[in-house]
């Protein structure tokens, strides 16, 4: 199924919020998780996925840090902060709030 | 890989960020690349068409350093951080050297040698030796400003050019019998303007770079406190400069430390070692004062006035504290690491 460019472009922030929530991740690993995860769905683009983060991390919801790997070269990391994760809940809420309104509208056309 | 280059040095060049976060940018960008390229060769590309596609997903990188350079604009737009801890290093500088060299301070009999030899007037040597003494401070002033603030290494000049008031505040020195030194820096603005300036611009050329960095917050500036040290012990009648050089160095190299890792993000553990600098600054300003004291009650000679010798005993003193210190730390990380990795 191909991706609607405008609901990728309204819920991507809350993905990659979501996706920081549990772990610290670098770009690529984001990129690759969220396309593994949706089963393809997103399938997000460097051009997009950077300039949010470093955005995300100019308003201080995540944090990022170089991190040493073992013969491999170092990486990016980003993690949420305190106020990511309060950035993160407001929209997890706004989120279940519309897709709850939106389904409910749904059904009821349904019937 | 040399494939990226030529893209990375697009992006680089069309990037409108402080070089700090212009080198971080393209570090990421780099290791993204790397890392999608050896995947695609995994997956049987050869190495060409997969530095291609590999590039493609970033896109045109004018177009992304566009998008990088707005969501980046705490880097793009003015840094009162980055301006303030340039200007505080010129002033803290031009203090430093008003107690060294002004009137009454430590280089102020030595430079009627230079006079005599060079057939200089009085006010030339010493305009000489000020633009010299100052012009590390506006190297280290342009690279702290960077780009966009390398103008600050020129502050004292622009202040008087600018700011009458300032001419006020010479006057006051002089009526409260402050070095002359300062009156010395204000009446020279153009050549000030001109040398101070085009110094910071080369600093602020080299700022890209994390060595010189390193070097300017951890050489330059505590130097320049140590100078303030020895001004402290050694003026005569400079010692209410070099008393007001001290604290202002302790404020402006304070400003300096706790800005920089802010600005330059360097790794991890950067806060820790400049505390620990600006620690052993403190320490040195204390033994100095503590030295001055006890060599006027045991060896004689006035309280405020330090010998060679005893400037010598105090900063062996400074030496082996610091060395101990560092080598306790450097004991304790690698500690730290043992107990980690086990």
Redesign the interface.
Known sequence: MKADPQLVKGTVRLLVLRLLEREPR???EMIRHLKDRSEGYFQL???AL???L??LE?QGFVRA??REQENR????YYHLTARGKRELARRMATWEGFTKAVDLVLEASHV | MSEFNAYLAKLRAALDVSPARAD??V???R??L???AAELRASGLNREDAARQAVQ???EPG??AG??T?????WREFSPFRMLAGIAVMFVATLTVMALAGHGGWLDDRWSWLNHRAGLAQSSAAMLIWLVLLAPAALVAGMIGGRRHWWVAATPAVLFVVTLPLYAVAMWAKAVQLPEGLLHVLVYPVAALLLWGALGRVGARHAASKALRHWAIFVIAPLYAVLAAVALGTALNGLTAAFMAIIFSEIGIAALLVTAPRECRL??GLRARCLGALAVLGGALVVTLVASHAEAMYLGGSPGRISVLGWAIAATAVTVLTGALFGYHRWREAKSKATTTQ
């Open positions: 670098y770009g690529y683009g460097e051009g950077y300039p949010l470093h955005e100019e840090e170089w070269p170092r990486r990016r | 971080e940018i570090a990421e960008a290791t993204h790397e890392a999608k997903g970033f896109g177009e992304m998008q990088l707005k969501a980046n604009g705490r790794e991890a």
